[in-house]
């Protein structure tokens, strides 16, 4: 397989108990690189699988890692069947009806092994609202640090445990009015103590911060914004931490501790799915619904409203992502147009192209959001193939193509020399060294 070229179109990487881990969807850094794993290169059913492990339900959250300790989430239907809860959401013909109860449940796996240590059942209900046909009732990724793991359900709440299981305790934030019925998927964030959820709908959106070890709400902030699924994303500016969450109207950034808005800015379009990512001093920001825009803005010194001025470095209206959130890593921001195979790598402070995008051959839908470690790029699509593809200064080239019998929607997770990915029925480790499953 060969990448086709197509025409017209800060980080810290010292090693930190953080970096060595994976504790949130997109990784230690909050964009998708891993600074201190090297998964491997090659893998297939039958090569560098160490285990493959049954879930008990269904979800498009991925897997989160803290030492030795796998948490993953899931929604399980339960009981008999019952007449379709109905949904009458504009555009919600493509949704899937729901018909039974869901258990929504958090489980932990043993990394070496794969086994279930323990599951827990933090609620079941028979759900107010569905989701699209491509998504499921369990999309939003958990966190976890050195002492707490938190599920988030969204309207079917927030949930603090210990590592072994023991609720500590539960919040319910509300019940989301999604656009077209089509589920919820923004994932929270966690910074120190401070737990962050983006609770953007049609109808009273807002950004909360809570205390992560009892669920005490900090703060909130209303936000004058439609539903999107981006999820929050943290910034270290000087002094200061910022909560960056995008927008249909505004993206926009808050202090952490106070959750006074520092800046705003406009150009992005309806529907936002990709999140922001972090780095170099900058926040890169995409959608691709209506319009396509790419935008990266230089935070030091922003503030007030920000469109149109300096602090846009530079923006992009072409190729520019939909549901996968961009990637960045070292000098380089990787994104995928739409949800399609095809790729472009852009240099961080100046927006430049040196080459690309590139077709992805054989890869077309592709609802996770690329990875990397070791100087490679991993991107999976929903068929079971996952692209390997070099890191360097000048053009990528493919490494491998490997493929499992699965389906695969959520983000992969990196951390040591394993790299684990959650399918529509198996979470499967992948580590080199592995003889056999």
């Given amino acids: 397989?060969?990448?086709?070229?197509?025409?017209?179109?800060?980080?810290?990487?010292?090693?930190?108990?953080?970096?060595?881990?994976?504790?949130?969807?997109?990784?230690?850094?909050?964009?998708?690189?891993?600074?201190?794993?090297?998964?491997?290169?090659?893998?297939?059913?039958?090569?560098?699988?160490?285990?493959?492990?049954?879930?008990?339900?269904?979800?498009?959250?991925?897997?989160?890692?803290?030492?030795?300790?796998?948490?993953?989430?899931?929604?399980?239907?339960?009981?008999?069947?019952?007449?379709?809860?109905?949904?009458?959401?504009?555009?919600?013909?493509?949704?899937?009806?729901?018909?039974?109860?869901?258990?929504?449940?958090?489980?932990?796996?043993?990394?070496?092994?794969?086994?279930?240590?323990?599951?827990?059942?933090?609620?079941?209900?028979?759900?107010?609202?569905?989701?699209?046909?491509?998504?499921?009732?369990?999309?939003?990724?958990p966190v976890v640090d050195g002492e707490v793991f938190v599920a988030y359900f969204g309207s079917n709440g927030l949930f603090g445990y210990t590592h072994d299981g023991k609720l500590l305790w539960s919040r319910d934030l509300g019940q989301m009015q999604v656009k077209h019925g089509h589920g919820e998927g923004s994932s929270p964030v966690l910074h120190g103590g401070t737990l962050v959820v983006n609770w953007d709908h049609e109808g009273a959106s807002f950004v909360a911060a809570l205390n992560r070890s009892n669920g005490e709400e900090l703060w909130r902030v209303q936000r004058d914004e439609v539903t999107s699924w981006a999820s929050p994303a943290i910034a270290q500016v000087g002094k200061t931490t910022q909560v960056i969450v995008s927008g249909t109207k505004r993206a926009r950034g808050y202090d952490l501790i106070t959750g006074k808005q520092i800046w705003e800015c406009g150009g992005l379009s309806h529907n936002v799915v990709a999140s922001p990512v972090v780095g170099e001093g900058m926040v890169i920001l995409g959608?691709?619904?209506?319009?396509?825009?790419?935008?990266?803005?230089?935070?030091?010194?922003?503030?007030?409203?920000?469109?149109?001025?300096?602090?846009?470095?530079?923006?992009?209206?072409?190729?520019?992502?939909?549901?996968?959130?961009p990637l960045l890593h070292g000098e380089w921001v990787y994104y995928l147009s739409h949800y399609q195979g095809v790729l472009s790598r852009v240099h961080v402070r100046t927006g430049s192209e040196p080459a690309g995008p590139f077709r992805l051959e054989g890869m077309y839908n592709i609802y996770s959001s690329p990875v990397a470690a070791a100087e490679r790029i991993y991107i999976t699509d929903r068929d079971g193939a996952t692209l390997v593809l070099s890191h360097t200064d000048g053009d990528p080239e493919v490494l491998a193509v490997n493929n499992l019998d699965d389906s695969f929607s959520a983000s992969a997770a990196l951390v040591g020399r394993d790299l684990l990915l959650r399918g529509e029925q198996h979470l499967y480790c992948l580590s080199e060294d592995s003889s056999g499953k």
């Fill in 287 to 325: 959608s691709s619904y209506e319009k396509k825009s790419l935008i990266a803005i230089g935070l030091e010194g922003a503030t007030g409203d920000l469109t149109g001025g300096e602090h846009v470095t530079w923006t992009r209206k072409r190729g520019t992502p939909y549901v996968p959130s």
């Fill in 1 to 141: 397989m060969t990448l086709v070229p197509l025409t017209g179109f800060a980080q810290d990487g010292a090693a930190s108990e953080q970096t060595l881990n994976w504790p949130g969807w997109r990784g230690p850094l909050g964009n998708g690189s891993a600074p201190s794993a090297d998964p491997p290169l090659s893998w297939s059913e039958d090569k560098n699988v160490r285990w493959k492990t049954a879930l008990p339900g269904a979800g498009h959250s991925s897997p989160v890692v803290w030492g030795q300790r796998i948490f993953v989430t899931a929604a399980v239907p339960v009981g008999e069947e019952l007449p379709p809860v109905p949904d009458d959401a504009p555009g919600a013909h493509d949704n899937a009806p729901i018909t039974r109860k869901q258990r929504f449940v958090a489980l932990c796996l043993d990394r070496e092994t794969g086994e279930i240590l323990w599951q827990q059942t933090a609620r079941e209900t028979l759900p107010r609202a569905g989701a699209h046909v491509s998504g499921t009732l369990a999309s939003s990724s």
